[in-house]
Structure formats: C-alpha cells, structure tokens
C-alpha cells in the first residue's frame, strides 16, 4: 500500500528565473546550507540530492556539516549570516535553540528554510517555509502496519522495545508520540523499553545487546525510529541466537536500500518511507523566495508504506 501527500509544485527553475530576472543572469542565487551530519544512508542521500539539485540549478551551495553538533550548526549560520548568502536553509539537529541565531538572520534580512525538522521557536516568522517529512504520521504508519498484524495473528503476544532517534530532535519526538497515539487503544501491544540509539547504526546494535539482555524473550517487536539503527539491532538479534522478522517482528523508517535488502532476505517487515531527495523542491522554494514569491508554510514530500511482501518488486526503483 501506498500513501501520498501534496507536493510543491509549479516553481520556475533557475533557467527561467536567468531568462526573465537579468540580476539572477548577473549573480546566481548563494545558499548557505548546514547539514546535520552523516550518520545514516538517509542522511548521505539527503545531502547528495541538495547539492545534485543545486549545481543543477546552477546555485552556489556554501555547505557545512555540523557533525550532530547544534553548536557547529548556529557557527555556520552566524558565517553564512557574515557572508551575505541569499538564503541560509538548514536540517536542525534539534528543536529548541534558535531563537537567537535566527533573530539575527531576520535582522540581516536573510530568509530561512527549514529541511527536513523543524524548530521550536517564539516567533515563527523566524523561518520562511519547512520542507520535509510528516514525522507524526510516520509513526503512525509504522504502528498501524503493526495493528493490522496484530489483527491477522490474535494468539501471538506484541511486546515491543523502541530505538528512538536522537534526544530532542523533531523525527525522535514525532515519530515517537505517532506511534504511542496508534498503540494506546491497543491492550495486546505493550511497550517494555525505549531509549535512544541516536539514528546510527553501531549505537541501534548496542541498546539492542542491551534490551535483550534486561528483557531476553520477551521481546516480539522492534520499532527503529530508523532503518539504521534497525539493521544494527537485526546484527544484535541475530547474534543472540534469535530470528530477525520471525521471532522479533522488525518495524522501521526511512525506506533506504539497506533495509530493501534486510526485507528481500527475511530479516525486516515494514519499513516507512521518508523520503530524503529534497533538493530539487529545495531549490524551487529558494528561488521562489528570493523573486519575492509567496511559499507555504509547510511543504509536505511525497512519501510511501514498504512492507516486506513489496520489497522484490519495489528494491530496484530505490534510488538511496
């Protein structure tokens, strides 16, 4: 099954704005972007397809990787602020703490974007527009795939542990409260044990070794906040003796490749998509915003619900 949701559309590429717009000809459009970090193949694929988009688009990109560090990420901004770039858009490692440095970009007359998370701020007109995911529905998605389960198997007991994302970022918060929402009303699916694996790999195996170490087989679901903290748990699972996709029931986000692959070999159910290639509707609202046009608020991308079953017919259309 699939989802979808409304899409940006209907902005001039950057060719149009040179054709008709002499100063865009003179002077392409510079845009200061901070990237969290690199600690996922989403976030590897988000970062690929906003400089693809922006080269294509002929924008300067000034790029600058905050390593999952918030203090890394308001240095950048205060440099692209120091610079005069057109439009500083940015992936907050997390919600609170902004205030300050966007103030500053307002009072430099410097728009910002939000990708992919949000902010939590006083003043929202700290911020132009955000482009990204549904990170409630997300969680949502991930725990209604998991109720219709239930449903199909009424003898078998869910007990579940979470691997959330980072502390304080919007996708951990949302995608935990999504889920939480769905199971409520659910009395067969109990939640034992959540706790951060902050979106990578290596840290999703270790709290897994953890979980099954306090709660041993008691577990019957995982639910990643990410598909790479998933495919480390699958390696701790598997380690301990126990059947990933079988005996654990595997629930994550993010639709990479790498959890395509966990599913083609029995290892991973569902997986919910989020879908990381926002540069080309980075670029559209960026150019749109310099020309002075009107942006939404909230730009929703496109995205999908993979489970297991699909996995064969879907894995080659993957492009992350």
């Not at 845009?31 to 688009?57: H, M, P, Y």
């Not at 560090?69 to 610079?83: D, G, H, L, P, Y």
């Not at 002075?292 to 492009?319: H, L, M, Q, S």
Request: proline share 5%; with cysteine.
């Amino acid at each position: 099954m699939r989802f979808t949701r409304r899409k940006f559309l209907g902005v001039a590429t950057a060719a149009t704005f040179a054709a008709t717009h002499p100063a865009f000809a003179a002077k392409p459009l510079t845009i200061g972007f901070s990237q969290v970090g690199a600690e996922s193949e989403w976030r590897t694929a988000n970062t690929t397809s906003i400089k693809d988009a922006a080269k294509k688009a002929g924008v300067v990109m000034k790029f600058a990787d905050a390593q999952q560090r918030q203090e890394n990420q308001v240095k950048a901004i205060r440099s692209f602020i120091a610079q005069r770039v057109d439009i500083i858009a940015f992936s907050p490692v997390v919600e609170s703490g902004w205030d300050t440095v966007l103030r500053e970009a307002k009072a430099a007359k410097i728009p910002v974007i939000l990708t992919d998370r949000g902010v939590k701020v006083a003043d929202p007109s700290l911020y132009v527009t955000l482009l990204g995911s549904d990170f409630v529905e997300e969680g949502r998605r991930a725990a209604r795939w998991l109720v219709e389960h239930a449903k199909k198997n009424p003898g078998r007991a869910y007990n579940i542990v979470e691997l959330q994302g980072t502390v304080g970022s919007a996708p951990a918060i949302d995608r935990k409260a999504g889920f939480a929402e769905v199971i409520k009303g659910e009395p067969r699916l109990k939640m034992l044990r959540s706790q951060t694996g902050d979106f990578t790999r290596t840290k999703g195996k270790e709290v897994m070794e953890a979980f099954l170490k306090s709660e041993g087989k008691n577990i019957t679901v995982l639910y990643a906040h990410n598909d790479d903290m998933a495919i480390g748990a699958i390696q701790a699972i598997e380690e301990a003796g126990i059947k990933p996709g079988k005996d654990i029931l595997v629930i994550s986000i993010d639709g990479v490749r790498g959890a395509f692959e966990a599913m083609l070999q029995g290892k991973l159910n569902v997986t919910v998509e989020c879908n990381p290639l926002l540069g080309p509707q980075l670029m559209q609202a960026a150019l749109a915003v310099k020309a002075g046009k009107p942006v939404p608020k909230r730009i929703v991308v496109n995205e999908g619900v993979f489970p297991a079953e699909v996995a064969a017919k879907e894995f080659p259309n993957r492009r992350y």
